[in-house]
């Protein structure tokens, strides 16, 4: 098999090209080797594991790296299913430098032994985020249709909508293609903010790919069943099944996907109103949850999407089959949360016509959702009025009168009439440097602190993300790469500096699969079983878990995370220890010390906390190499 990662590089300047081979003595997967390249040339790097097209679930995703426009930090971004079309063009990433002078599509072909065909086809972005289906997924439609008669074999494409040029967080959009049209399977890179740095940093707009070229991709079930029966007593097909039970069904809660089984179980862990419910009694926060999730929110979709058995793959063959839809809309906790409860939005139809919106302009989800709430928040307090965000009304968030029906609408509206304010830049609004720098020069202009109501974690100067939809202090680790699951998220208590420690070994469990291009909903066996993959078929197992510790240590090298600079962002970690003191009623001396401090000092204590984890992050990520 294979033992070299072959990079097709790419002058989006003057569309030359060229291939270069990496020996896997040197680099194993994208990240490892993306991590370099960008480096070397601020390149923005895409490309797929060496397992892909192989009997692994799962091993298909399409891995994006380069340093992030709204991080401001190297960033690794993924897609489901979209690296086994790509692995049809016989190489392993692409490298895209430079910026094409008119925005274009880059076109990728590879039939059979020829060279791989690259062109950039110039294209009018306004005209076409103006048709059809509007936004990135006219791009997608349009990009499809150009180029699809070219392909012998199966294509794909990405696409980006008009966010990519006035925000510094837009996100990827692609869907597996069916009859040479895109189906209704959405897959994103959204965090990072890649959609952005796509069209405004290389001026591409769209990529289609596809070819005909057959590697020689891992298809022995035979031995892959060896494997697993030597570790589980259990061959492939079973573990995975096993493993996926959440993305697919979990019976003990009558509900599936990331959706269902999370707002299932949150409980008084639930986000609401931009993060206010942190402030709300135990007894306030269930009653919301049994009212609005349960009995409304989380019902719709158990009853319009898990009793249908409206779920679908990514676009290669899984168990998990994690991508639940009603119709055109699919139905992920994280958007749904960001662009549902976070913004006061409880109900199905009000949530389909937001994220459908985000999604058309093509915003990574999860931050716009954030911000969305943030502004909403500004001006449900007057701190920021309609005219200042180009809007004609106000938020309803009213607990005590809340319609769950007619408000969650009013406030979709509202997210709605805001999307259109950042994309057109009404108002005083202006995203495209980040919304740090935006909200400083409002602090300065207009003497008002809004920064102080988002939830977010800084990197640099400029640097931002929202975080993962969990209550947990993990969120908001100071961690080189934030807002993927490159931390600890689960809701126990840790000690700050034995947190750090945790986080760091979380991110050496993502990379061992997102450098094999491995989808973390296969991680209860792929983060063991992915080394001895290597090592079977490679002979380098104990190499591959070097180059990870080196991979981390390197990324986290550059780790320019800065303190909690949000009021709500140190609320957030003492509300927190609170209620697992208070309500769980975990003894624990370590967290009675910290919420003890918290009450008493929670600026000083913040600033503690926040550097114990820090601590324990960077003497885990010490290079010994």
């Given at each position: 098999m294979n033992q070299n990662l072959k990079v097709l590089f790419i002058d989006a300047a003057s569309g030359f090209y060229k291939m270069k081979h990496y020996s896997t003595r040197d680099y194993f997967g994208p990240v490892d080797l993306g991590l370099h390249l960008a480096g070397k040339y601020w390149s923005l790097?895409?490309?797929?594991?060496?397992?892909?097209?192989?009997?692994?679930?799962?091993?298909?995703?399409l891995i994006f790296n380069g340093f992030s426009p709204c991080w401001r930090g190297f960033y690794v971004s993924s897609m489901g299913g979209a690296g086994l079309i790509f692995d049809n063009l016989g190489i392993?990433?692409?490298?895209?430098?430079?910026?094409?002078?008119?925005?274009?599509?880059?076109?990728?072909?590879?039939?059979?032994?020829?060279?791989?065909?690259?062109?950039?086809?110039?294209?009018?972005?306004?005209?076409?985020?103006?048709?059809?289906?509007?936004?990135?997924?006219?791009?997608?439609?349009?990009?499809?249709?150009?180029?699809?008669?070219?392909?012998?074999?199966?294509?794909?494409?990405?696409?980006?909508?008009?966010?990519?040029?006035?925000?510094?967080?837009?996100?990827?959009?692609?869907?597996?293609?069916?009859?040479g049209k895109a189906t209704e399977v959405d897959t994103w890179a959204g965090r990072g903010g890649f959609g952005s740095k796509l069209l405004a940093d290389h001026g591409i707009a769209a990529i289609v790919y596809g070819g005909t070229v057959i590697d020689e991709d891992f298809r022995d079930r035979t031995v892959a069943d060896a494997w697993f029966e030597e570790k589980y007593k259990q061959k492939l097909a079973v573990k995975d099944f096993e493993a996926t039970t959440k993305y697919r069904f979990d019976p003990k809660f009558e509900t599936g996907g990331t959706f269902g089984v999370n707002f299932a179980t949150i409980g008084g862990r639930i986000i609401a109103f931009n993060y206010r419910t942190i402030f709300w009694s135990e007894e306030q926060r269930l009653d919301l949850h049994n009212r609005f999730i349960v009995n409304h929110y989380l019902k719709q979709f158990n009853e319009e999407t898990i009793k249908t058995k409206s779920q679908h793959t990514c676009g290669e063959p899984c168990a998990a089959v994690c991508k639940?839809?009603?119709?055109?809309?699919?139905?992920?906790?994280?958007?749904?949360?960001?662009?549902?409860?976070?913004?006061?939005?409880?109900?199905?139809?009000?949530?389909?016509?937001?994220?459908?919106?985000?999604?058309?302009?093509?915003?990574?989800?999860?931050s716009v959702g954030g911000v969305l709430a943030w502004l909403m928040d500004?001006?449900?307090?007057?701190?920021?009025?309609?005219?200042?965000?180009?809007?004609?009304?106000?938020?309803?968030?009213n607990y005590e009168t809340f319609d769950v029906i007619k408000d969650s609408l009013h406030n979709a509206e509202l997210g709605c009439e805001l999307i259109d304010s950042i994309l057109e830049k009404r108002g005083i609004i202006d995203f495209s440097e980040g919304i740090r720098k935006w909200g400083r020069k409002v602090r300065k202009t207009k003497n008002v602190r809004i920064l102080d109501s988002l939830v977010y974690t800084a990197h640099g100067r400029k640097g931002w993300m929202i975080p993962n939809q969990y209550w947990t202090p993990g969120a908001l680790a100071p961690m080189a790469?934030?807002?993927?699951?490159?931390?600890?998220?689960?809701?126990?208590?840790?000690?700050?500096?034995?947190?750090?420690?945790?986080?760091?070994?979380?991110?050496?469990?993502?990379?061992?699969?997102?450098n094999a291009g491995v989808c973390?909903?296969?991680?209860?066996?792929?983060?063991?079983?992915?080394?001895?993959?290597?090592?079977?078929?490679?002979?380098?197992?104990?190499?591959?878990?070097?180059?990870?510790?080196?991979?981390?240590?390197?990324?986290?090298?550059?780790?320019?995370?800065?303190?909690?600079?949000?009021?709500?962002?140190?609320?957030?970690?003492?509300?927190?220890?609170?209620?697992?003191?208070?309500?769980?009623?975990?003894?624990?001396?370590?967290?009675?010390?910290?919420?003890d401090?918290?009450?008493?000092?929670?600026?000083?204590t913040a600033l503690d906390f926040w550097f114990e984890m820090r601590k324990g992050i960077d003497e885990s990520l010490r290079d010994f190499m």
């Open positions: 790097n895409i490309g797929t594991g060496m397992f892909a097209g192989s009997i692994l679930p799962g091993s298909n995703r392993n990433m692409i490298s895209i430098i430079n910026k094409s002078a008119t925005p274009s599509i880059l076109y990728l072909n590879r039939n059979h032994g020829e060279e791989v065909e690259v062109e950039l086809i110039p294209i009018n972005t306004h005209e076409i985020w103006k048709q059809g289906r509007k936004g990135a997924y006219a791009m997608l439609d349009y990009a499809l249709a150009t180029c699809g008669s070219r392909y012998q074999g199966e294509y794909r494409a990405l696409a980006v909508g008009p966010a990519a040029l006035s925000c510094d967080f837009a996100g990827v959009l692609s869907a597996p293609v069916k009859d639940k839809t009603n119709g055109e809309y699919k139905k992920d906790y994280e958007p749904y949360q960001t662009m549902g409860p976070l913004c006061g939005i409880f109900d199905q139809r009000a949530a389909e016509m937001l994220n459908k919106k985000a999604d058309s302009a093509g915003f990574d989800a999860i500004c001006l449900d307090t007057g701190a920021l009025s309609t005219d200042d965000l180009g809007v004609t009304r106000k938020p309803h968030w790469i934030m807002g993927k699951y490159y931390m600890h998220y689960g809701s126990e208590f840790y000690p700050p500096r034995k947190l750090g420690q945790i986080c760091a070994e979380r991110l050496k469990k993502e990379l061992i699969m997102d973390r909903f296969h991680r209860a066996w792929a983060e063991e079983m992915i080394p001895g993959a290597f090592d079977a078929l490679y002979q380098c197992g104990k190499d591959y878990i070097a180059a990870i510790s080196v991979a981390a240590s390197r990324i986290n090298s550059r780790n320019a995370s800065v303190y909690w600079e949000s009021d709500r962002d140190r609320a957030f970690v003492h509300k927190f220890l609170e209620r697992i003191l208070t309500v769980e009623k975990k003894d624990d001396p370590e967290l009675t010390y910290w919420a401090r918290f009450a008493k000092e929670p600026e000083e």
